[in-house]
């Protein structure tokens, strides 16, 4: 694959029209733009796609765009996730996206009706047994129910050797990452979500990546590129600057859903910010935020960052605490240009 499984990964939005039909051409411009922000992988089907939204249909037409895009890049990993319920479903979306050309798996377990534990780790090993790309598997208790520990994703690796990373959006996420990163001895590598709201712990502990909405994603690679480049300092800095917008939209799947849209849409990345309902409907106050945002960030957002990475490691291993200095390249994308 283009890349392992770190650094900023993306969950891309679903473009609809404002009469809510799949806008298939604001979808591939939001793709390309993405393919060009420096992002390590971009992922299709996550919460933020709102994959309970989507007709079978317009998945595999969303699925044949992304992974035609990803396909002709040798820097940007195609990630489809895969959401079924039924483990029958899932398998056969799983091997369809793996024929099809993705580069990588996002799984995430059954939870309506509320599986059994058995139930669950055996919807785990089927799915990821099924195919030979990477898996990640989407831990997201808050919004599942579904608890599982990290002993339990370290026995599943044993026999699953293409079980390759967990999202985990625990919160806070801080011991749980470090719990799967020292159990698993390295084999697993922890990628963290919830926009990425507790980033400088998670990658002080070890976390391979982000896996946060897309419109904003230059900033959360600027924040990649500050740690691996070993200026904490400037990526401490930046991540309080976003700290507030990010801290309030995760309030909600919805709210942030919604915000994300809106933002693409004006930055002219999506041609309408429409949601599928049910959604959340954005107040005066709302909107005035993300004006704020767009503003503070103009300057940073307009930029276009070297597509690679400083370190072909992961984003923990990049440089160790007191290895280098702060860059001036860090400190460029901290302080917006004139």
């Not at 039924?86 to 996206?97: D, F, L, N, P, Q």
């Not at 230059?218 to 309080?240: K, N, P, S, T, W």
């Amino acid at each position: 694959m283009p890349n392992a499984l770190q650094g900023v990964l993306p969950i891309v939005a679903a473009p609809f029209t404002p009469a809510g039909a799949l806008d298939e051409d604001s979808l591939q411009a939001l793709v390309r733009h993405l393919l060009g922000t420096g992002a390590a992988g971009l992922t299709l089907f996550g919460l933020a796609t709102e994959c309970s939204k989507l007709t079978d249909d317009e998945r595999r037409r969303m699925q044949a765009i992304l992974l035609a895009e990803t396909s002709r890049s040798a820097t940007v990993a195609g990630i489809i996730s895969i959401t079924d319920h039924s483990w029958e479903v899932a398998t056969m979306r799983a091997r369809a996206a793996e024929a099809q050309g993705a580069d990588a798996l996002m799984l995430l377990p059954p939870f309506f009706l509320a599986p059994g534990d058995d139930a669950i780790l055996d919807h785990i090993r089927r799915v990821v047994g099924s195919v030979q790309i990477p898996v990640i598997v989407q831990y997201a208790p808050a919004q599942t129910g579904v608890r599982i520990g990290p002993e339990l994703f370290v026995r599943l690796r044993d026999d699953l050797p293409n079980l390759s990373a967990i999202k985990v959006e625990t919160q806070p996420p801080g011991r749980y990452l470090s719990s799967l990163i020292e159990r698993s001895g390295g084999r697993l590598q922890a990628l963290v979500g919830y926009a990425g709201i507790q980033l400088p712990d998670a990658l002080a502990r070890g976390a391979a990546g982000v896996q946060p909405g897309c419109s904003v994603a230059e900033i959360y690679v600027a924040l990649d590129r500050m740690f691996c480049a070993g200026d904490r300092a400037a990526m401490h800095a930046l991540h309080a600057r976003l700290l507030p917008y990010i801290g309030y939209w995760m309030q909600g799947v919805e709210l942030i859903i919604r915000a994300e849209k809106h933002i693409l849409a004006r930055r002219g990345l999506i041609a309408s910010a429409y949601c599928r309902h049910p959604t959340y409907a954005l107040d005066a106050h709302e909107l005035a935020q993300i004006e704020q945002c767009l503003a503070e960030f103009a300057a940073f957002l307009a930029r276009r960052p070297d597509s690679r990475r400083p370190h072909a490691g992961s984003v923990g291993e990049c440089v160790a605490d007191g290895d280098a200095g702060p860059t001036a390249g860090a400190r460029a994308l901290l302080t917006p240009s004139e």
